[in-house]
C-alpha cells in the first residue's frame, strides 16, 4: 500500500474529506466535511459512498484494481517504499483529483503523498503546512522518509511548474482551499502560518 498507515488491507480506509478530496489511510473511513464534521463509513458501502457523493477512487499500492463497477478508479501501481518514485505519478493524480471536484463529484484517494502533493499545487502551500493539514484530521498521517523526501524535492523543483500548468489548463480555480486551510491550521495552532507572519511583517 502506498502509503499505508496502519497497516490494513487497502480497500478499507480512513479518509480526510475538504472540498471533495478524501484521503484514504487506515480502516474505514474518517470523513471530515469542512475539515470538522466527522463519520465513519465502510469503503466498499455502496450506500454510504452515494451518500457522501463519493464517485471517484485513486487506488495506489503493489495490486492496485477497481473494486466497485460504478466508481471512477484511477489505479496506480506502487509500492509503500522509501525508493518508490512517486513524483512520476503526481501530474495524473492531480488531474484525477482536480477534475472530480470540479464535477462537484468526492474523490477517494488511497495515498497521504499524492493528497499533500495536490494541496501543494492548488495552494501556495509547502509540503511540511500541506502534510500539516493532513494531521489534522488524521495525526497518524506519515509519508515515510523517502516519500517526504519526494515532497521535499516536488517542492524546489516542479512545483511552481505544476502551478502554472494547473491554471494553464483549469484556468481560474473556483474553491477556496487556501483560505480553509490555513483558517484550519491557525484554529488547530492558534497561531499563524510562516507565509501569514511574513505578510505581517511586510
Known sequence: MVPNVTGVHYSK????HCSNVTLGCGPGWMSTTGCSEMLLIDARDREQLARNNITHILSIHDTAAPIL????????PAADAPTQNLIQHFKKSI????E?????EGCLVHCVTLVVAYIMTVTTLGW???LAAVKVARPCASPNAGFQTQ??????????????????KYKENP???EEEIRNLLTQVTGTS????????DA
Open 69 to 76: 463497477q460504478e466508481m471512477t478508479y484511477l489505479c496506480i
Open 95 to 98: 488531474m484525477f483529483m482536480h
Open 128 to 130: 511540511q503546512e500541506a
Open 193 to 200: 502560518t510562516p507565509e501569514e507572519n511574513d505578510l505581517q
Open 100 to 104: 472530480s471536484r470540479l464535477k462537484g
Open 151 to 168: 515532497l521535499q524535492v516536488f517542492e524546489s523543483t516542479e512545483l511552481q511548474q505544476f502551478r502554472e500548468w494547473l491554471k494553464e
Open 13 to 16: 480506509k480512513v479518509e480526510i
Open 175 to 177: 474553491f477556496n482551499d
